[in-house]
């Protein structure tokens, strides 16, 4: 068996980057993937401009108080203001352009404003630049703001947006076809009743669920009974458009498990078995131009080696370059007094005291996932004790 960490290298070393990009309006870009560096043409704010309400001032003309000036002009946001004669002063507003012969403004609590004469005694001395957003304080022209390869958040888009960008070239959205097996496996919306026998399908619409998250385009979602020439047909029809292939169950060597004698009829397959626990069956193959991925068919073993293989196979297709999942070391709220022949990720929720775990850790208890935020990485030979640290993995940053 490999490690997780052998079988992560092994799979981003087998996957290529998508050389597929388009271009979108920034109002549709929310989740892409950026296929060029953004390189500002502006200055970012394009002129000094004031920080606040207040008057705007020539610290040279700061002698000895009191500093009583007349207001000579009002200079609101978005107009274009005029030198201030000596020995006065401006009333200005809060992102509005600073007259080129003024250097500070004093904050409108700081002044004192007499009704009868206009004029306004500033409080409190200021210093050349208080008060003053300076030219490219955010970005200056030239800057990289954002990198290729880089997922947009909403701040990003109003990044673009501040320096006038409109459209974007990003990767084309990685195409996904699902597929699951098995016999015993129904369609909810088939049948609202279980015959008996059978169960109903939940790793279909996770899988789905999963892949929009990421960022996917999910073309087609299938599922095949336990039959190898039907098998053999699905892959190679979703082999002509899709990307990447994920299976779900009917990878290991059980004798209804077809998925892996039918992808070494129509293409390449490489088979694994990793140290883990919940997972361990892994299939990494290809079929034509589409790279595959076979998922063990528990539910929790589904999800868990998704987010550690699925993911980083879907990320390298995108163009991104591969992070490690972050962690949090913190205390356990439980023990384990029988150490693990495989390093285990069990479910868990973090609380202030630390993180509790699902009372049923079995592959098959889909419940303990969806009461789950994080997954706790327990070492193989280890026992624990409460109190003791141990690396935590929220499920969030998965996806990051």
Known sequence: MISIEQAVDKLLSLTPSLDQHEQIPITSALGRILAENIISTIDVPPQNNSAMDGYVIRTSDLENPPWTFPVSSVIPAGAIPHAIPAGSIARIFTGAEIPENCDAVVMQENCEVDPNSEKVTLLKPVTPGENIRAKGQDIAKGDTILGKGQQLSPQDIGLLASIGVTHVHVAQKVRVAIITTGDELISATDSHLLPPGKIFNSNLPMLQALLEKANCEVISALHIPDN???????????????????????????????????????????????????????????????????????????????ILFALPVIKKLQGRPYKAPRYFTLPCNFSLSSPRTRPEFIRVQMTE????????????????????????????????????????????????
Do not use: M
């Open 228 to 306: 190898l020439q039907q098998t053999t047909h699905t892959l190679t029809e979703c082999s002509h458009t899709a990307d990447l292939i994920i299976s779900c169950g009917g990878v290991s060597v059980g004798e209804k498990d077809f998925v892996k004698d039918a992808l070494e009829q129509v293409g390449e397959l490489d088979f694994w078995k990793v140290k883990l626990k919940p997972g361990k069956p892994i299939a990494i193959g290809k079929i034509n131009q589409a790279r595959f991925l076979g998922l063990p068919g528990n539910p929790v073993s589904s999800f868990v080696t998704f």
């Open 353 to 400: 005291n630390g993180i509790e775990q699902f009372p049923n850790q079995s592959s098959g208890v889909l419940r303990s996932l969806s009461w789950a935020d994080a997954l706790a990485f327990i070492p193989e030979e280890t026992r624990l004790s409460p109190g003791e640290p141990i690396k935590t993995y929220p499920l969030s940053l998965f996806f990051e």
